[in-house]
């Protein structure tokens, strides 16, 4: 099992930067396939962005790629986002897949959530 912890959010200005991260507990989080989603008040939650438990393999969804980017290391994973925009406010969370090493991009396939960070984008 693992217990995620995103931190990083916060409020800020359109065109500012943000680097969100969540931090893992537990020795399984390197064969843990990661996401990171968010969700928007009432509207559904979706995909930003994933990477395999290796980090070779990522995906990203379009609306975000060429701002937003998602790494890890030994025992966080991290989503860097440029550029911000008023539209990316939402809440965002981590989430561990301990089913694969793949990424998904399905938030069903993902078995482990954090308790989410604000982000707020002013204009």
């Known amino acids: 099992q693992v217990q995620l912890v995103e931190s990083g959010g916060g409020l800020v200005q359109a065109g500012d930067s943000l680097r969100l991260s969540c931090a893992a507990s537990g020795r399984a989080f390197r064969t843990y396939a990661m996401g990171w989603f968010r969700q928007a008040p009432g509207k559904e939650r979706d995909f930003i962005a994933a990477?395999?438990?290796?980090?070779?393999m990522t995906a990203t969804a379009a609306s975000v790629k060429a701002r937003f980017t998602i790494s890890r290391d030994r025992n966080t994973v991290y989503l860097q986002m440029n550029s911000l925009k008023p539209e990316d406010t939402a809440v965002y969370y981590c989430?561990?897949?301990?089913?694969?090493?793949?990424?998904?991009?399905?938030?069903?396939?993902?078995?482990?959530w954090g308790q989410g960070t604000q982000v707020t984008v002013s204009s």
């Open positions: 990477i395999s438990s290796s980090g070779g």
């Open positions: 989430a561990a897949r301990s089913s694969s090493i793949y990424h998904s991009t399905r938030h069903e396939d993902y078995d482990y």
